[in-house]
């Protein structure tokens, strides 16, 4: 059984499973699939918006798909919630993909 179907396994024996969630959002990530990424990080952040790894990825998954805007939206999301959360690594990471995304948009 490959990676994606075990953690679909975990999922629906856990719904509430946030690991597994975000893992698998990845493994899509790895495959190439970035808007099915993007639904299982949106479902993911729908259920537990603290879950603050999860915009870094999500965002750099809407870059991928070429939505900027989105993605800028997300870190933004993310940036406050860590700041809510007092977590500066995540506050830090997620603030340069925000300003070399908004660079990249300006350049």
């Known amino acids: 059984m490959d990676r994606i179907a075990i953690l679909k396994v975990f999922i629906d024996k856990n719904p509430n499973d946030m690991f597994s969630r975000h893992a698998l959002a990845l493994e ?18 729908e259920i537990d918006s603290n879950y603050i790894g999860s915009y870094y990825h999500l965002g750099k998954a809407y870059e991928c798909v070429s939505d900027q805007v989105k993605a800028l939206l997300v870190y933004q999301t993310g940036i406050d919630v860590a700041m809510k959360l007092n977590d500066q690594h995540a506050k830090r990471e997620l603030m340069a993909a925000y300003a070399q995304l908004q660079d990249e948009m300006e350049g």
């Open 28 to 45: 899509y990530i790895k495959a190439g699939e970035h808007k099915i990424s993007i639904d299982i990080f949106e479902h993911l952040l």
